[in-house]
């Protein structure tokens, strides 16, 4: 067994580019309610659905490229950094322009079996090819440490996108939803665009640098992460589709402010805040500990989340008109939905820096829990509605979460712990996330 290295502080250079990176996505959040209350509850319950749409195709376009270069461009021969960009590029690129294209094409066949118009299943598929080019080109530069760079390109596309959707709606009147759909497609091209630039990579030079070796090695490495996106969303992304199948479009617009925006802010304190510096902690830590701490910790992260997401809705709701009714009841059902789905992201989190094992553990999990999940969210839409969305979110999180805490606590105390944790052996080199345990 490998002796755990001490985790790295929080250096002050990322904690800037952090702090800036956090204010432009929650700048980003504030103009996606600037726009629900300019355009209306039913108008934003079609910006929703095929936001929705395109969270879910993403998965499958990226197939967790993005994450094998966080993982290995920081660890990797700096001459092979050209090879690996332009791998991961391309193939991205032919994968999905190649999906975006053909379910474009099959839009009037597939979009009834969504429960959505042609138009709007067409909208997702750009929009999600957009946000995985995104994702993708962000990760070059954080893979190469260019922190404070992402940072300022992220708060000058979030500046401008607020800035031009607020003039939109209160200089030129506009309310089509599709035109703001238009809009948020744009900001995420024009960041990879930026991107791209940045990495200092001539045009002719990408084609050329490509490695099918390459490629090969970087979808096995993504697969496992893949397997996990997919699952978790199918699993929190099908709630909005059941939604637009049983209710109002206006209950969508008024669910993804009860629930979708606090769940946007959840992922943007994981993604831009704590987890800059708590994966890397995560992947040296000894993964029985961390979990023993989590079961103590679980009930008061839940609580504590919960309730910062309630009383912030205090604040939020006047703000945003009358089409958006505030109702106590709704609240508190999605404030125990959120409060679970931080306890869900933080056992996720902990199990995937874990390497195969963990990941092992997640998919096993989520493998049995999500078709029950799924079965009681699509229930409790059915039968009541708005009402139901929210409470069945709660109990769509509530079951993975029981189903981790059980498997993990026994698959992990009948394990002798292999590379996950102990002293008493030469310190080693960490071994790669997804390698970390046998």
Not at 258 to 273: C, S, W
Request: charged share 10%; proline share 5%.
């Amino acid at each position: 067994m490998r002796r755990l290295r001490p985790p790295r502080r929080l250096s002050v250079p990322a904690a800037g580019p952090t702090v800036l990176g956090t204010a432009a996505s929650a700048v980003s959040a504030a103009t996606t309610l600037v726009i629900a209350r300019g355009i209306g509850a039913a108008a934003f319950g079609h910006f929703t659905v095929v936001l929705s749409i395109a969270l879910i195709v993403t998965i499958g376009m990226q197939l967790s490229l993005h994450y094998v270069m966080l993982q290995e461009l920081p660890r990797g021969d700096p001459a092979r950094h050209r090879a690996m960009m332009a791998t991961a590029l391309l193939s991205t690129l032919v994968l999905g322009g190649g999906l975006t294209v053909a379910g474009a094409l099959a839009a009037p066949w597939l979009a009834p079996l969504v429960g959505v118009d042609a138009g709007a299943l067409a909208s997702g598929l750009v929009l999600a090819f957009a946000m995985t080019l995104n994702h993708l080109t962000e990760s070059f530069l954080r893979g190469r440490r260019r922190f404070a760079l992402v940072a300022r390109l992220k708060a000058v596309i979030a500046v401008a996108y607020l800035g031009g959707a607020s003039w939109c709606l209160l200089g030129a009147g506009i309310t089509d939803p599709d035109f703001y759909l238009a809009a948020l497609t744009g900001t995420y091209a024009g960041f990879a665009l930026a991107a791209l630039a940045a990495v200092r990579i001539p045009p002719r030079a990408w084609t050329g640098a490509w490695s099918a070796a390459e490629a090969r090695a970087q979808y096995r490495l993504g697969a496992y992460v893949t397997v996990i996106a997919a699952l978790t969303g199918v699993l929190f992304g099908l709630d909005v589709i059941f939604l637009n199948h049983w209710a109002d479009r206006a209950d969508v617009g008024v669910y993804s402010i009860y629930n979708g925006f606090p769940k946007r802010l959840l992922g943007v304190v994981f993604t831009d805040g704590i987890g800059l510096a708590l994966l890397p902690a995560l992947a040296v830590a000894d993964t029985r500990a961390v979990l023993r701490r989590l079961v103590r910790l679980a009930p008061l992260v839940a609580a504590g989340t919960a309730l910062v997401a309630f009383a912030a809705s205090t604040v939020l709701f006047p703000l945003l008109g009358g089409e958006y009714p505030y109702s106590l009841v709704l609240m508190g059902l999605s404030a125990a939905g959120i409060g679970l789905h931080a306890v869900f992201n933080l056992y996720s989190v902990a199990l995937s820096m874990d390497g195969l094992r963990g990941a092992r553990v997640l998919i096993a999990c989520l493998a049995v829990a999500t078709p029950a999940a799924l079965a009681l969210q699509a229930a409790c839409i059915a039968r009541w509605g708005l009402h139901g969305g929210l409470a069945g979110f709660a109990l769509g999180n509530l079951v993975p979460v029981a189903a981790v805490i059980a498997v993990a606590a026994r698959v992990y105390r009948h394990r002798d712990g292999g590379g996950d944790g102990g002293g008493g052996a030469p310190a080693a080199p960490p071994a790669p996330a997804l390698e970390k345990a046998p």
